[in-house]
């Protein structure tokens, strides 16, 4: 009966020493998405690329990225995609 109340023990005292881990981690996560807002903002985002974006686990978007700073700026233009298409036809005959 003693070994059964130390190994709860333990897993209570691993379960703590986890969540405190993963709320730390949390909290970096969250001091380093503010440091990249302060960046971004800085950033003049003059080299961008069309790219897919992935926004959420199976949801795929082309998007208009910068090369720099890696923010998402917005939808390609018409001629972007075009080109970003075409390009990517070309990849693929290629293959």
Known sequence: MGKAVTNI????????????????????????????????????HSKCEVNYYCWAVGHISIKKICKICREVIGNPSEEELSYFNDTLGLLNKNK
């Open 9 to 44: 023990e333990t897993n209570n005292l691993t379960d703590i020493r986890i969540k405190n881990r993963v709320e730390a981690l949390y909290k970096i996560i969250e001091e380093a998405n503010k440091e990249f807002g302060i960046i971004r903002k800085k950033c003049s």
